[in-house]
C-alpha cells in the first residue's frame, strides 16, 4: 500500500485472526495492525487507538458485544464516527447485507476471506469506497 494505515481487527475465532494477522503484517507490510480477541470492553480497548486508526473490520458473530453493538459504539463516539467500518461475515444472504447496510457498516466482506483479492479490497475501502463484497 501506498502508505501505512492503521487496521483495526476484531475476531473471537484464533485461526480467523492469525490468517489476517499474517495477511495484514506479512503480505501487506503493514506496522500498524490491531487485533481485539473479543469484544468484552470494546470502549475501554479502543481508548488508547482512538486517533490512530484508518480502518476498523468487525467480525459480527463476536461476544459479548455483536458487531452490530460494537458499530453503534463506534459510531457514538464523537473521535471515531468517521473511521469506515466493514462487517466480516459468512451471512452473506440479501437480508443481511441490507442489515448491515441499513446499520450504518461501510461494507461487508464474506468470510471465508478471500485472500488473492483482500489486499485491493482493503485498499479501496481505505481510498473511500464502500465495498459490499460477497463474493
Known amino acids: 500500500m501506498e ?23 506479512e503480505v501487506m507490510h503493514l506496522s500498524r495492525a490491531f487485533f481485539f480477541e473479543d469484544s468484552a470492553n470494546f470502549q475501554a480497548q479502543l481508548e488508547p487507538l482512538i486517533g490512530k486508526i484508518d480502518l476498523i473490520l ?7 458485544l455483536n458487531g452490530f453493538e460494537m458499530l453503534s459504539v463506534l459510531r457514538g463516539h464523537p473521535a471515531l464516527k468517521q473511521i469506515p ?4 461475515t459468512a451471512s452473506v ?5 441490507q442489515k448491515l447496510r441499513q446499520a450504518g457498516f461501510n461494507g461487508v466482506i464474506a468470510k471465508p476471506i478471500n485472500l488473492d483479492t483482500l489486499p485491493d479490497t482493503l485498499e ?5 469506497e464502500n465495498i459490499w463484497r460477497v463474493l
Not at 124 to 128: A, E, S, V
Open 3 to 25: 502508505n501505512d494505515p492503521a487496521i483495526l481487527y476484531v475476531e473471537d475465532d484464533p485461526q480467523s485472526r492469525e490468517i489476517m494477522r499474517l495477511l495484514l503484517i
Open 93 to 97: 444472504m440479501n437480508e443481511e447485507v
Open 58 to 64: 468487525l467480525d459480527i458473530h463476536v461476544h459479548p
Open 85 to 88: 467500518v466493514v462487517a466480516l
Open 124 to 128: 479501496r475501502i481505505l481510498k473511500g
